[in-house]
């Protein structure tokens, strides 16, 4: 099966970083919301560098399991490198493959009580051939996690000059490279056109406002975002180098005042396999 993708923002040292930062912000929330029981089999896909796989194995106990695949061979051993120094080593089992034909053994299909994904299909040319085999991959009865971005939705108030526009030209990079910048919006049709049944949805807020702890993270999380796709947007002949570099220097200047506010929630889906 051919799926193929386009990681806009690379896996350098400083994109290492930033999805550091990313989870930080991010994993307490999808931890509540995503409710692992103890003993739950999970497989997630597009992991990354694993740091939410990580928080999955400590939700499902010492009785359950995470297997966490992951395209990039520098993530997994990024992943792996990780949780040997915080002492997590064997937690999680990392596989490198895709996401589309991912590396599991015979007996693994169609065991997993929680198939989950996070920030994966907005990079996938036809995301639906890997919802269909996440539902191929649950056992009957067994979750279906959809989690990802509509970058439309993200607003910043008081608006700082020039960052909404070069916002919008990051998101139509996407485009550019046949993926979706939006495909937040269409995670329950991707669960319903796989034959998820019992759908449901949500949002998962990661925005933050001024004089909140986090906020600082959140500022630099969407400069780093940004910054780490620069190449991609200056060849869109979109925005000028100096004009790119003024715009994320005013944004993290924005950050620094008094009535900065981010709005920013993840899509969040969920669908069910048919009992066979």
Not at 30 to 37: N, Y
Not at 105 to 132: A, I, M, Y
Not at 204 to 216: K, L, S, T
């Amino acid at each position: 099966m051919a799926n193929p993708s386009t990681y806009v923002h690379g896996t350098e040292p400083v994109e290492q970083t930033r999805l550091a930062l990313l989870n930080r912000i991010l994993n307490a929330s999808a931890l509540r919301e995503l409710d692992l029981g103890a003993g739950d089999r999970v497989l997630d896909l597009g992991a990354g560098t694993g740091l939410f796989a990580r928080s999955m194995a400590n939700a499902v106990g010492p009785t359950g399991s995470v297997v966490a695949v992951e395209r990039s061979p520098e993530q997994v051993e990024a992943a792996e490198s990780a949780a040997a120094i915080d002492e997590e080593a064997g937690l999680v089992s990392f596989r490198c493959g895709d996401a589309a034909m991912p590396p599991l053994e015979e007996d693994e299909w169609g065991s997993f009580d929680v198939v989950h994904t996070r920030f994966l299909l907005e990079h996938l040319k036809h995301p639906e051939e890997v919802v269909r085999i996440m539902l191929r991959a649950a056992r009957p009865g067994g979750r279906i996690v959809l989690a990802d971005d509509d970058h439309a939705v993200m607003r910043m108030w008081p608006e700082p000059d020039g960052m909404p526009a070069l916002w919008d030209l990051y998101a139509r990079q996407y485009q550019t490279l046949g993926n979706d910048p939006f495909v937040g919006r269409r995670l329950i049709s991707l669960l319903h056109q796989a034959g998820a049944v019992r759908r449901s949805n949500s949002m998962v807020f990661f925005g933050g406002c001024a004089e909140q702890e986090i906020f600082p993270a959140i500022v630099e999380n969407l400069a780093g975002v940004v910054e780490s796709a620069r190449s991609l947007i200056l060849s869109s002949d979109g925005i000028s180098p100096d004009e790119f570099a003024r715009v994320l220097t005013e944004f993290r200047r924005w950050g620094t005042g008094t009535d900065a506010a981010i709005w920013y929630p993840l899509a969040w889906a969920e669908g069910f396999r048919p009992d066979d």
